[in-house]
């Protein structure tokens, strides 16, 4: 029931763009995207949910994909801030339950 | 208002030992959930605690435990301490984004076993 991250881990050069995919065998109400920088506590970046509109923050982006149950999230731009491991964490449908796929490790450098 | 707080940060144990964590909410929030965070696995779903409830369990075993109190402040305990218990152990607690349900982390404690 653990979501699937792709790709596991994605390394950049400031100004490149990245995208993380996030899927789920089940039906989702919603996914939540955090970012986890090393020897610190996951912080929420943004939430989707079935039914909404894509949302935004800054130069990060996303996206939910009801048909496929997929959620990806873009970065563009990126910044050596963005360095770090997104995770997504999935809400199925009837559930306030989330579980958080394994991450992905996004490493930027100048 | 004050993000979520966990305490001890750091513990080192020996096996077969019992340990107690502490987490205190963001004021106003009544749903706390507990995580281990370990390379290998990632975030792994503990136990959800809703005004002194438990309301969710993920598959751990009896020695994990956890309670709530009437203040909203949650410990969790492991007993009989087991190596592969060494992890970053993750609670949140939850408010209102979007009318759903949005979890906020604290730094974590992060138990050695030895």
């Known amino acids: 029931q653990q979501p699937v991250q792709s790709p596991q881990a994605v390394i950049l050069r400031e100004g490149e763009d990245a995208v993380i995919n996030c899927s789920s065998s089940?039906?989702?109400?919603?996914v939540h995207w955090y970012r986890q920088k090393h020897g610190e506590a996951p912080v929420f970046l943004m939430i989707?949910?079935?039914?909404?509109e894509q949302k935004g923050h800054e130069k990060i982006s996303a996206s939910f994909n009801e048909k496929k149950q997929q959620s990806s999230l873009y970065l563009t731009a990126s910044q050596l801030s963005y360095s770090g491991t997104y995770f997504c964490?999935?809400?199925?449908?009837?559930?306030?339950?989330?579980?958080f796929g394994t991450g992905t490790r996004l490493q930027v450098f100048p | 208002k004050a993000g979520v707080t966990q305490t001890p940060r750091y513990l080192i144990k020996t096996r077969g030992q019992q340990v107690t964590l502490s987490c205190s909410p963001i004021?106003?929030?009544?749903?706390v959930s507990w995580y281990q965070q370990t390379p290998g696995q990632g975030l792994q779903f503990l136990f959800e605690?809703?005004?002194?409830?438990?309301?969710n369990k993920g598959n751990f075993p009896g020695r994990f435990s956890g309670r709530q109190f009437s203040n909203s402040r949650s410990e969790m305990n492991v007993s009989t301490l087991e190596l592969g218990d060494s992890a970053l152990y993750l609670c949140?607690?939850?408010?209102?984004?979007?009318?759903?349900?949005?979890?906020?982390f604290g730094p974590g404690t992060r138990l050695t076993v030895l």
């Open positions: 949140a607690s939850s408010g209102k984004t979007d009318n759903t349900d949005t979890q906020y």
């Open positions: 089940k039906a989702l109400y919603s």
């Open positions: 989707l949910l079935k039914g909404g």
């Open positions: 964490g999935t809400q199925r449908l009837g559930t306030d339950k989330l579980i």
């Open positions: 004021s106003g929030h009544r749903s």
């Open positions: 605690y809703f005004s002194e409830t438990q309301r």
